[in-house]
């Protein structure tokens, strides 16, 4: 059943005339109780409105109207007429009483539903006394006129009754014409009463749609995903206590929004409050400006989210703040990816610079190589210093293990991409790795069968288990389980997983574990390069490599390779160990910017029969090639300053078409070089080399 229409929210007083003073004008609601209290009823009655308010009407009538029912009677006449009018006596505050005339008038909404009662009363208790004067006088008068008419003619008699009457009746048209002018009047007072109820629906109407507008508001904030707090405007002590918290408070922090009114805000969300943000953020609020910032909540559940706030002043009409509105994001994940990229970009410089390294020492190790190949050809075979250039070829051979793993960590190192299967590659380098764990710690492989193919370098493959591995073995000292899986992935890729029951690892090392040269070894018992090498080899077939640990629940790493769309073309060998190296006077235009580097290879060259000419970079190869009738084969450096290899041979082919190409490199990380290493006619061979390759290189290339 819906609620009866009532006067609640009305402003009544609107509806009266507060500032007429002869009439007593007040509001009942519709069962009689009065709602309004004007001055002019507060003089006429004698309650003032704080005594009446509330009170039922029949408090106004005389014991025997009240026990005659007729303040009901005139209310129900007014709510089924409209109007009900009547004049009697009526009481004041003191008790005493007054002759009143009453009208009192329906009030009804705008759905025509009876909402209250006007009730208008006049005092008429002087004017009824005057009348009721004027009749005694007319009946003493007439009595004495009749005493008189006993002595005098009944024409005398008669003329002075009608004298009087006529005087009576001029009193009773000056008192008709005084009630017309106050009807009149009162006419007037109901017009702009009607007037300012016009004013008071239009108010009301206003009001309902401002209401509309604030339900919308609540609505979109309590559904909103972002926190939205209001607190006060206190900066000091514990600060700002919420009075205020949508449901999206409770689904960031975990808290319920309801346990947070009242409270600090400070306390709720672990604010430091003498921490600079903070500092700075009660400044600006202090200055009345917003102020915004990150924090490290803690939430109930133990989690620490990172939550970005937004904090704004609220002020109130004399312009001082009042409020503090809080908006509230989580935003754990952009901080995850953007310290993702930060890292990403991080390990892209590194790499770039360990590539760079790489690059340097390998151009002095072929040249350390070189030289020690031009030693032992000159020392006997039983001369004992023969043994110093075997330990130097030796030393060589191991900082070329160094630089390689630089250049798998880079992205540079040479690598024969292939279609492989993880599970054949698991199985090939089992008994590999049983010797290198030891036998205090169980490998245990799952090799799914029918795996999809992944684009990979098999060596480097290799060297991927083996640093991981390693690295597991140094994790479990006491000894352990090792296991290593392989699975189809979801996307048509597959996934390598290495789990170790080791020691595990914090949050911190775990931030830096792929960066080359980080170990928690001992000082001479780890390079820091073999995760960082497993990272660059990962990275370089378009993998990704995660880890899962935590100080003693050991640690998971999981490599994910992607789909292969298509296999590689086969990549052209330049090592062949064994292969002829006798040069038989070919021409060799060699080009190298290490000027070192360039002298070892042409000596080599020439002791191994070629004829040489060589030049720093391409722009001095072409000047001497124009010079040349007859180039047989270009040895050529891949990056160099002003011209790449490629643009030099290219240029060179343009003279001599059946130009064979020997690329040299060690730092080889790009598409380019991929590309070039692969065109026709061209062979690649990496660095370090030592003569004896490099001549057997220019054989093989020229034979080809």
């Not at 059943?1 to 009532?6: A, G, L, Y």
């Not at 009689?32 to 006429?44: F, Y």
């Not at 935003?331 to 390294?357: C, P």
């Not at 205090?440 to 288990?465: F, K, M, W």
Request: glycine share 8%; hydrophobic share 45%.
């Amino acid at each position: 059943m819906p609620p009866h229409p009532s006067l609640a929210g009305h402003d009544l007083n609107a509806l009266l005339v507060e500032h007429v003073a002869d009439y007593a004008i007040y509001a009942l609601d519709r069962e009689g109780r009065v709602r309004s209290w004007t001055a002019g009823a507060a003089r006429l009655k004698g309650w003032t409105e704080a005594e009446i308010l509330g009170a039922h009407v029949s408090r106004f009538y005389t014991p025997e109207d009240v026990a005659a029912g007729v303040p009901e009677r005139l209310l129900a006449a007014a709510a089924d007429q409209g109007r009900a009018e009547c004049q009697g006596w009526r009481v004041r505050r003191d008790g005493s009483r007054f002759w009143a005339d009453v009208v009192i008038t329906a009030l009804r909404d705008e759905s025509g539903a009876l909402i209250g009662f006007a009730k208008l009363t006049r005092d008429l208790t002087e004017r009824r006394a005057r009348e009721e004067q004027a009749l005694a006088d007319a009946r003493r008068i007439a009595t004495e006129a009749a005493a008189r008419q006993a002595a005098e003619t009944r024409l005398g008699e008669m003329r002075d009754v009608q004298e009087e009457l006529e005087r009576q009746t001029e009193q009773l048209e000056e008192q008709a014409q005084e009630l017309e002018e106050q009807a009149q009047e009162l006419e007037l007072q109901v017009a702009e009463a009607r007037e300012l109820a016009l004013a008071n629906e239009r108010l009301l109407v206003e009001a309902q749609e401002a209401a509309a507008r604030l339900s919308l508001l609540d609505l979109a904030v309590q559904a909103t995903s972002e926190a939205v707090i209001i607190t006060t405007a206190e900066l000091s002590g514990a600060g700002p206590r919420v009075v205020f918290a949508n449901p999206a408070y409770g689904a960031i922090t975990q808290q319920r929004a309801q346990d947070a009114i009242g409270r600090p805000l400070r306390a709720l969300l672990g604010i430091d409050a003498a921490s600079p943000d903070t500092r700075r953020s009660q400044e600006r609020l202090a200055a009345g400006e917003p102020a915004r910032g990150v924090l490290q909540v803690v939430r109930a559940d133990g989690e620490r989210r990172a939550v970005e706030y937004r904090s704004a002043p609220v002020r109130g009409p004399g312009g001082g703040m009042e409020y503090l509105a809080v908006v509230m994001s989580d935003v754990t994940e952009r901080v995850r990816l953007e310290e993702q990229y930060r890292q990403a970009q991080k390990m892209e410089a590194l790499g770039q610079l360990a590539g760079g390294i790489a690059h340097d020492f390998n151009n002095v190790l072929t040249v350390i190589g070189a030289s020690a190949t031009f030693l032992a050809q000159a020392i006997p075979p039983d001369d004992p210093r023969r043994a110093d250039v075997d330990e130097i070829r030796g030393a060589i051979e191991r900082a070329s293990g160094l630089t390689r793993q630089l250049l798998a960590f880079s992205r540079h190192q040479p690598f024969a991409a292939c279609a492989l299967d993880l599970s054949d590659v698991v199985l090939a380098a089992e008994k590999l790795l049983r010797r290198v764990l030891g036998e205090n710690i169980e490998l245990v492989t799952h090799a799914a069968p029918s795996l999809p193919p992944v684009l990979a370098d098999r060596g480097q493959l290799e060297q991927v288990l083996l640093n991981l591995a390693v690295n597991a073995r140094d994790a479990m000292p006491d000894g352990g389980r090792l296991e290593i899986a392989t699975a189809a992935a979801a996307d048509g890729g597959a996934t390598l997983t290495v789990r170790d029951t080791g020691v595990g690892m914090s949050a911190e090392t775990q931030s830096r574990i792929f960066d080359p040269f980080f170990t928690t070894k001992e000082l001479g018992k780890g390079t820091g390069l073999g995760l960082s090498t497993v990272y660059g080899i990962v990275g370089r077939v378009g993998a990704t490599i995660a880890v899962e640990s935590a100080p003693g629940r050991g640690a998971t790493f999981t490599v994910r390779f992607p789909r292969m769309d298509e296999p590689p073309s086969e990549a052209p060998e330049a090592r062949r160990a064994g292969a002829e190296s006798a040069g038989r006077g070919e021409a060799v235009l060699l080009v190298e910017d290490d000027d070192a580097l360039r002298r070892v290879a042409a000596r080599a060259l020439l002791a191994a029969g070629y004829r040489v000419v060589d030049a720093p970079d391409g722009a001095v190869a072409l000047e001497l090639a124009a010079q040349l009738s007859r180039v047989d084969l270009l040895a050529t450096d891949v990056i160099m300053p002003n011209m790449r290899g490629s643009v030099l041979a290219a240029r060179m082919r343009e003279r001599f078409p059946a130009l064979r190409v020997l690329y040299m490199s060690g730092y080889t990380g790009d598409v380019e070089v991929e590309r070039e290493r692969r065109e026709a006619g061209t062979s690649f061979l990496e660095k370090p080399y030592d003569g004896d390759t490099l001549a057997r290189a220019a054989r093989a290339l020229l034979d080809a």
